[in-house]
């Protein structure tokens, strides 16, 4: 079993930055695919980003591109999502999830493990 902890959610300013960490617990997520997703109030929950395993590849959303990075530490069983120039649009729950698979994947289905969820709010 698996038990993923998110965190560095918050208030910011639109233009500004955070930088959220996904942390795993109960067994190695190392050969884990990672993804981060995100639940807007009212909206469905929607892909974000993904990593694979290694780290070698990376998968976002179009609106993000550019603005965001997702990253592991696999020594140390994290995940992390550095946003920046956020907009208010990016205001969400982000929620952290890993699939039992080295590859990232796009569709919710495919991921076991879900967080609990860090709230992002960016003011205009």
């Known amino acids: 079993q698996v038990q993923l902890v998110e965190s560095g959610g918050g208030l910011v300013q639109a233009g500004g930055s955070l930088r959220l960490s996904c942390a795993a617990s109960?067994?190695?997520?190392?050969?884990?695919?990672m993804g981060w997703f995100r639940q807007a109030p009212g909206q469905e929950r929607e892909f974000v980003a993904a990593i694979s395993w290694s780290g070698g590849s990376t998968d976002y959303l179009d609106s993000v591109k550019g603005r965001f990075t997702i990253s592991r530490d696999n020594a140390k069983n994290t995940v992390y999502l550095q946003m920046n120039s956020l907009k208010p649009e990016d205001t969400a729950v982000y929620y952290c999830?890993?699939?039992?698979?080295?590859?990232?994947?796009?569709?919710?289905?495919?991921?076991?493990?879900w967080g609990q969820g860090t709230q992002v709010t960016v003011s205009s």
């Open positions: 999830a890993a699939r039992r698979v080295a590859a990232p994947h796009r569709a919710i289905y495919e991921y076991d493990y």
């Open positions: 109960g067994r190695t997520v190392r050969t884990y695919a």
